[in-house]
T-cell receptor, first 113, second 112 residues
Framework: GESVGLHLPTLSVQEGDNSIINCAYS??????FIWYKQESGKGPQFIID?????DKRQGQRVTVLLNKTVKHLSLQIAATQPGDSAVYFC????????????FGQGTTLQVKP | DGGITQSPKYLFRKEGQNVTLSCEQN?????MYWYRQDPGQGLRLIYY???????QKGDIAEGYSVSREKKESFPLTVTSAQKNPTAFYLC???????????FGDGTRLSIL
């Protein structure tokens, strides 16, 4: 999910397939992680979160996996639908005292009908 | 409905002009944040406020100013000192630790 420059990584999947979006986070001390979905011209929308004392958390059609050893976060979307097409961002919170989030650069998910 | 309202949706700035972006929340959240988003990039923190009458600089505060006179409101002024203001500006709020920030739908600022 991380990239340098102006071009977001793009994941293209067929409708009905599962999607996996990856993110490398920067701070080994970060203890809270969030996945957001952003549609064009709108603000980010919360999808799912996880604290560092967990490895996996499931929601409706979504699962977040956290690997603290390699500082890696992933978002799995089951049975991907056209409405899932958007840019997905991971965010890490390094200090719960300020609530400041550090955002990855995002991954574009394209769902082909 | 509880949420965050940003206005205007689109804003145009003339050279040398200051412009103010509005952010209002009715979620009773203590903390509020302003982010800048450039095309193809993630969000970068401009300013944040954890309590009324107090705010701190984020990573890219130069050329911007804020105020927090009321819990519900956190306006951002883009000053003439910000030489590259064209971007999508997002406001967010959160109530307590280990909760996700809630975002408004942004203001797109362009230069005339």
């Amino acid at each position: 999910g991380e990239s340098v420059g102006l071009h977001l990584p793009t994941l293209s999947v067929q409708e009905g397939d599962n999607s996996i979006i990856n993110c490398a986070y920067s701070n080994s001390a970060s203890d809270y992680f969030i996945w957001y979905k952003q549609e064009s011209g709108k603000g980010p929308q919360f999808i799912i979160d996880i604290r560092s004392n967990m490895d996996k958390r499931q929601g409706q059609r979504v699962t977040v996996l956290l690997n603290k050893t390699v500082k890696h976060l992933s978002l799995q979307i089951a049975a991907t639908q056209p409405g899932d097409s958007a840019v997905y961002f991971c965010a890490e919170e390094g200090s719960s005292n300020t609530g400041k989030l550090i955002f990855g650069q995002g991954t574009t998910l394209q769902v082909k009908p | 409905d509880g949420g965050i309202t940003q206005s205007p949706k689109y804003l145009f700035r003339k050279e040398g002009q200051n412009v103010t972006l509005s952010c209002e929340q009715n979620l009773n959240h203590d903390a509020m944040y302003w982010y800048r988003q450039d095309p193809g990039q993630g969000l970068r923190l401009i300013y944040y406020s954890q309590i009324v009458n107090d705010f701190q600089k984020g990573d890219i505060a130069e050329g911007y100013s804020v105020s927090r006179e009321k819990k519900e409101s956190f306006p951002l002024t883009v000053t003439s000192a910000q030489k590259n203001p064209t971007a999508f500006y997002l406001c967010a709020s959160v109530g307590r630790a280990y909760q996700p920030q809630h975002f408004g739908d942004g203001t797109r600022l362009s230069i005339l």
